[in-house]
């Protein structure tokens, strides 16, 4: 058992190539307007949707080499990772070393209002943890 608790899926992060045309789909299937907004520091633009309670956030790379546009190179559109909130995330990163996993960042980033880090070399998709600022 770990010594932190998983709450709940925080998001679904897709990689798109193009955010506008994505979104102007589901925006027509699911008749919602999607939340627009552009990271530089992550060389992104994302557009998000909440369905249920569950929010989906597209990816676009707004740079040559980022790591959005490498993972389409790599793998084509698609889910690249689900965000889980955690009540404590030292913790888990901790538990994730335990697992033998590292972290994409050596500091945890200021993301959504919430400290998150990605668990890197998972199978299928990357695991986002995201807790709240201690």
Do not use: C
Request: no cysteine; glycine share 10%.
């Amino acid at each position: 058992m770990s010594d932190f608790e998983v709450k709940g899926v925080h998001h679904l992060g897709f990689v798109v190539k193009d955010l506008d045309s994505t979104l102007k789909k589901w925006e027509a299937l699911f008749g919602q307007k999607a939340k627009i907004s552009v990271n530089p520091d992550l060389q992104v633009r994302l557009g998000s949707i909440l369905l249920g309670n569950i929010k989906f956030v597209f990816n676009e790379s707004t740079a040559s080499g980022s790591r959005w546009e490498k993972y389409i190179e790599q793998k084509g559109e698609g889910l690249e990772h689900i965000a889980l909130e955690v009540n404590d995330i030292d913790l888990a990163a901790e538990a994730a070393g335990k697992a033998g996993l590292e972290l994409r960042f050596e500091k945890h980033k200021d993301i959504h209002g919430l400290l998150t880090n990605f668990v890197e070399g998972m199978v299928a998709t990357d695991v986002e943890f995201m807790g709240p600022h201690k």
